[in-house]
């Protein structure tokens, strides 16, 4: 593994480990390109599509760039007014408190119940739209944020109207809030994903901090509840743009086209049920060695065979026609999967044992629940003596964190490939995914001591006023988002056969957690102080960070402990990703994903794995391009 990552005793190849670069001090030059393999030829040197597009013309990876940016824009758009409502309320804690004659924690509550209708909704959805598809919940979501909004706004007096309100606006923030960045990984290839996967998280997070800013002013010029007619009105104006212009982005490839999941056993199955002659001295156990990688072994004499065949999946003959105006409006446009329903319900749960997973929600959902808890404690301690903020200057507190989350993006981008690159450099070529865990160093700097100064300067701000704090605040959600980075990346890196169920987990414990926070943050700040209280969570904090330390260390063993996790029947947690063909880089520039196509063979005295139940990650590639 080297600097400092222990080797596995189970796994030769360990989830996410590729060898990306010839050279350590540069990435490679382009190899001869292969006629049966399709190539992105816009850059200096040719890129292999991953995953390989089919010859249907419904799939989205055809698709026009100019259509895939549309649809991703009108999701971003819409992401946006999703993510506004989480802290719509944020700004009118007094007034709502006034209005309707009830505590804070009721009031904090209304928050708390719309993040549980997240958290619910969101794995039912994810499983919904691994059946079913993702228009169908992307219309769902849009009509229950039109109708949630409405009736908030209309709720008046009625406390559990707005309850009930505030539920369904949750329910209808799920599709966006758990799908958007999958159907980012439907629309680009590989290399493309890095830029639209930035777009698409600061629209999901962005808005959530712009929101108070605005709706202080709306609440004091023309009441609070056209805070939620103008989300109802937005979201009304888009909804015909998803309608015409959001086709389904799921797409049923065949697996040997899935470059980036498929593996060698899954790949022989699917040739086997072709009618495809199987490669001789590759079956079951049998060592795929550096010798017969060379070019005179069973590899290259498969390769010869198929040569005079040019067999190929995707028969022109039989290619589908491309769908009517009419088709692409439904809903609904066949199965994504033949997996029961219910069974893809209940996959995430057992994947909360696996240590990557708990600490992907750990850094992640820890964060995003104090900075809830911090928009408690402005409504407690701004709204009261000495400074007497209304709700326009409580809204104007969260410009700082706007910015701070604008920073944050764009540090953790810069980051992010900074930190990879020079990592695979120091480490001989070889990409880990435990590189991405580094990210968690200024994440700890700039969210321990956002958490420690928020709550030291905001529980004096007599002497300290209202910038020192709001500074503080900028810093915490800074460290938010660099983890929130941190912990995606390296799922998706380590994990991709996973990783929606993954994503899912994360779902439901930062909604949970946050959730939890608002039904107790009130009494709790109240019965200790806003500095204990603070001391207590930014020690927790540092706790949380510390854990990436044996993550970075011992990653690759606890990797290898996922096909014992207790699981249910059906559910491959064999780690696919273990034979993949890359792991899903696609935030560095650098790295040219045609290195993996020449066959794997020894690198100059560099580091390859050939083990026995886990082949070489070009094999993937090379067979694809065999039977094509």
């Known amino acids: ?112 119940y719309h993040l549980c209708g997240v958290g619910v909704a969101g794995f039912i959805f994810v499983a919904s739209a691994r059946v079913w598809g ?93 805070t939620f007619y103008f989300v109802a009105i937005f979201v009304g104006v888009t909804l015909p743009f998803v309608i015409f212009f959001v086709p389904e982005t799921a797409y049923r490839r065949s697996q040997h086209l899935n470059t980036d999941l498929v593996s060698t056993d899954n790949f022989h199955q699917h040739q086997s049920e072709s009618g495809l002659e199987l490669p ?40 589908p026609p491309k769908n009517s105006h009419l088709q692409i409006l439904m809903p609904f446009n066949g199965r994504k999967t033949d997996d029961s329903f219910w069974k893809l319900v209940l996959r995430p749960f057992p994947l909360f044992l696996q240590p990557a997973i708990l600490w992907g929600c750990l850094i992640q959902g820890t964060m995003i629940g104090w900075t809830v808890l911090i928009g408690v404690v402005l409504a407690i301690v701004f709204l009261g003596p000495p400074l007497f903020f209304d709700e326009v200057k409580t809204g104007y507190l969260y410009t700082g964190p706007f910015i701070g989350a604008i920073l944050g993006f764009l540090l953790s981008g810069l980051l992010a490939d900074w930190s990879a690159r020079f990592m695979t450099e120091r480490n001989k070529g070889v990409y880990e995914p435990e590189f991405r865990i580094l990210l968690v160093i200024p994440q700890f700097i700039f969210s321990c001591a956002g958490l420690y100064g928020f709550g030291i300067t905001c529980a004096n701000n007599s002497r300290y006023g209202w910038f020192v704090p709001d500074f503080f605040f900028a810093l915490v959600v800074m ?29 439901i ?70 034979r993949v063909f890359l792991c899903n880089c696609y935030d560095l520039q650098s790295v040219r994903l045609e290195t993996l196509a020449d066959a794997g063979r020894p690198r100059m005295g560099k580091r390859v794995h050939v083990p026995k139940l886990h082949p070489s990650p070009a094999d993937a590639v090379n067979e694809v391009a065999a039977v094509r």
């Not at 929130?484 to 993954?502: C, G, P, Q």
């Not at 949970?512 to 001391?535: C, D, E, K, Q, R």
């Open 509 to 578: 414990f930062k909604n949970m957690f946050s959730f939890g926070l608002t039904w107790s943050a009130y009494n709790w700040i109240l019965a200790n102080g806003v500095v204990h209280t603070f001391y207590i969570i930014a020690s927790v904090q540092v706790a949380v960070c510390l854990l990436s330390i044996p993550m970075f260390i011992r990653v690759d063993r606890i990797a290898s402990t996922r096909p014992h996790i207790p699981h249910l029947e059906g559910m491959d947690y064999t780690g696919s990703t273990s």
């Open 134 to 226: 993702k228009r169908h919940l992307y219309l769902l979501g849009s009509v229950l944020l039109i109708v949630g909004s409405a009736w908030a706004g209309a709720s008046g007096k009625s406390y559990k109207s707005l309850v009930w309100a505030r539920v369904i606006q949750g329910v209808g923030v799920a599709p966006f809030e758990a799908l958007v960045n999958a159907s980012v990984g439907d629309l680009y290839f590989v290399h493309q994903r890095g830029k639209r996967m930035a777009l698409s998280n600061l629209a999901l997070f962005g808005g959530a901090f712009v929101t108070p800013v605005i709706v202080g002013k709306i609440t004091h010029t023309i009441g609070w509840q056209w």
């Open 280 to 319: 001789q001295g590759r079956h079951g156990n049998e060592a795929y060695t550096s010798q017969n990688a060379s070019g005179n072994g069973s590899f290259e004499k498969h390769r010869a065979n198929t040569e005079s065949r040019r067999l190929t999946y995707e028969d022109p003959a039989n290619k």
């Open 479 to 507: 460290g938010m988002v660099i983890g929130t980075v941190a912990s995606a990346l390296y799922i998706v890196d380590a994990h991709r056969d996973i990783a929606v169920e993954a994503f899912t987990c994360l779902l």
């Open 1 to 112: 593994m080297g600097l400092g990552i222990l080797g596995d005793t189970k796994l030769d190849h360990v989830p996410g480990t590729c060898l990306v670069w010839d050279d350590a001090s540069k990435p490679p030059e382009a190899p001869q390109t292969n006629p049966r393999l399709k190539y992105d030829g816009t850059g200096r040197a040719p890129i292999i599509l991953v995953p390989q597009p089919s010859d249907d013309p419904n799939d989205p990876l055809n698709w026009p760039m100019w259509k895939r940016d549309a649809i991703l824009l009108i999701l971003s758009i819409l992401g946006v007014l999703a993510s506004s409502l989480a802290s719509i309320l944020a700004a009118n804690t007094l007034t709502l408190s006034l209005y309707l004659r009830t505590n804070f924690t009721k009031v904090a509550l209304l928050t708390g």
